[in-house]
């Protein structure tokens, strides 16, 4: 029994590491179609790339602690975090490794520009994936510690205790 | 104790599952952040090289113009120095004390002077060889005073031709080295302890007597040149590794 219930739950980290690995190709695949080109990398895109990519880490280890660490209550439509947290890492993940490709692929052959296909995905990113990373690793967060429902019987304090099980 | 004591306080921080998970994050940043930059530090170390190469001869071929003058740029295998100075009459294309440089270069040590299947630093490396008859005078670039470069007489430092085929991958821009040699300073990467196969060649008159300077990467096997060639072509440049 214990076996059939703690395996799944185990996946927590490869979910926070999937996100955090695959935030690398949508900015680091510009950088590397760049060396293709005379140009040299310039050293203000470099820095740009490379913050994205640890903001995405930080911002998804600190919200996998706040949803462990958080008490407050979830609305019913997220009563699932585990579950629901996974699908969106792996919607996340899959834009990730999507815009990669698009740039890998296409951002050569597109003329530069204020719209450039490098700008169109780091927008895409900061408004989509990267709010979806921060909601993806709170509800794992979330999704690892087992909150028992509140008995009428006992007193408050014992109620709301926590009982932190693994990642 | 005191050693129980502090296993377990040791065992509460770093078996904590917290921890666990902030350093596989850590990990997994900092071994893709490392495999991206390796490879773009690689890339860009041979182009900022091969880029400052170009931008001299560049630069002397404009003081060439600008001043009427020879003007000569000469790379210097051992000490991996690049300098330019005008070349005052009489013309000997060799650096006298009272010419003074006119811009100098150093080529990084993660880059070599290595043609395509030559050694490092070998003859072929540098080919602008043989001036006025001379054959001392080896590894310059001279410019006349109209920007039109001197032909070097070696037979190594003659002009690329064309390739057969123009290709996705050889484009019309690309010249074809034959093995006798082409003229051109070539650079190579490091892999390592070996050289890399990535090579580039900075070049004047590739097609015509303008003065033209070029910078071309050559293409390995098993990218898209066309069989029995060396061929070099311009961007976008395809790597090794």
Redesign the interface.
Known sequence: MDANTKQPRRTGWVILVLMAATNFLPWMEPLIRETLSAELVGAPRLRLSMGACLLGGALVAMCWLAGRHSSSPLPRALSRPRLIGFRIALGCAAMNIFCGAIVARYAASMPPGRWSLDVIIAVVWFVAVLPGEVLSSYLTGRGTVRRPAPEPALPAETATREMPIEA | MSDSGARTGFGRVFKS??T???M???A??C???GA?FY??LR??RI??AA?GVRALVLAARMQAVRRERYVVLAVDVDSREVVSWIDDPPENFLRDPSEVSLGSYRIPDSVELRSVGGDVGGPDSVAFDKYQWNESLVDRIVFRGDGSLVIPQAVNSRPPVRPRAVTASVTSMSIHCPPVGCRGIFLADRSGRRIGENVFRVSVDDFGRTGKVS?LKWLPPGHGGIAGERDFT??????VN
Do not use: C, D, G, N
């Open positions: 599952i917290e666990v998970v902030a596989a994050i850590l997994s940043a071994l893709f952040a991206y490879t773009i890339r860009e182009k900022a880029q910078l311009p961007p976008p440049w395809k790597w």
